[in-house]
């Protein structure tokens, strides 16, 4: 029986990097479909894959799959044979998912909100899924510290990706403070040549779009 087909629907300049990238590590073949925003991302064909109107999303056989921290889960859990995920029953699944939901949830909060200028109000902190940006960034240093060279020690998992990807796009952008932990992981990753190849891949794209 042949495998489910699997596409990818994406624009460069989006979190669909991030599923890019995973994809690539895979090493699976995927078609790509370029949406546009405010047009293409938001037309009623696309809206009936993903309601939201945004990218990315990956559609698997008859599966979709939206939001690119469970589109990397999902997808190291369709291709075992890639060894992106730590086997089912390993105590490394623990931390495997943990890392990888903490930069989906209170990570992401807190950046947005300090790059929107918001700031919780001292005592409020309880109210807020993470307490507050200083905590969650130095929860993330304190692990990142540890990586040898990676979250879960020599092997290279989805949440190395997810995480990895958070972090440099952060940095890169000032969200995210550059320290020499943060630096150091994802420099490791950049090594890889699956990173440097859905970069290309998304870079080129990027140029050609329409102004």
Same mark, same amino acid.
């Given at each position: ?12 300049q ?8 995973m994809l690539? %590590?895979?090493?699976v073949?995927?078609?790509?479909v370029l ?24 559609r ?14 999902y ?13 089912? @029953? ?7 998912y943990?890392?990888m939901? !903490?930069v989906a ?9 300090r790059a929107?200028?918001f ?13 507050s940006?200083?905590e ?5 240093? @304190? ?7 990676y979250?879960l020690?020599?092997? !290279?998992?989805?949440?190395?990706v ?10 890169q952008f ?12 994802? %420099? ?11 970069r ?11 102004r």
């Amino acid at each position: 029986m042949p495998s489910p087909s699997l596409t990818f629907y994406t624009h460069p300049q989006s979190r669909g990097r991030i599923v890019r990238w995973m994809l690539e %590590e895979t090493g699976v073949p995927y078609e790509t479909v370029l949406l546009e925003y405010g047009t293409s991302m938001k037309a009623p064909g696309y809206r009936a894959v993903n309601p939201m109107g945004k990218v990315p999303t990956i559609r698997h056989g008859d599966v979709v799959i939206t939001e690119a921290a469970a589109i990397c889960a999902y997808l190291a859990d369709a291709f075992p044979a890639a060894e992106l995920a730590p086997e089912p @029953g390993s105590p490394l699944r623990g931390p495997y998912y943990r890392w990888m939901f !903490f930069v989906a949830g209170p990570l992401e909060a807190a950046t947005s909100n300090r790059a929107l200028g918001f700031v919780v109000p001292p005592g409020r902190e309880r109210m807020m899924g993470y307490g507050s940006y200083a905590e969650v960034i130095d929860a993330l240093d @304190g692990v990142t510290s540890q990586a040898a060279p990676y979250l879960l020690g020599e092997q !290279f998992t989805a949440a190395d990706v997810y995480v990895g990807s958070h972090l440099a796009f952060g940095m890169q952008f000032g969200t995210i403070e550059k320290r020499p932990a943060f630096v150091s992981y994802c %420099e490791a990753l950049d090594a890889r040549p699956a990173r440097r190849q859905a970069r290309q891949i998304d870079d080129a794209l990027a140029a050609a779009a329409p102004r």
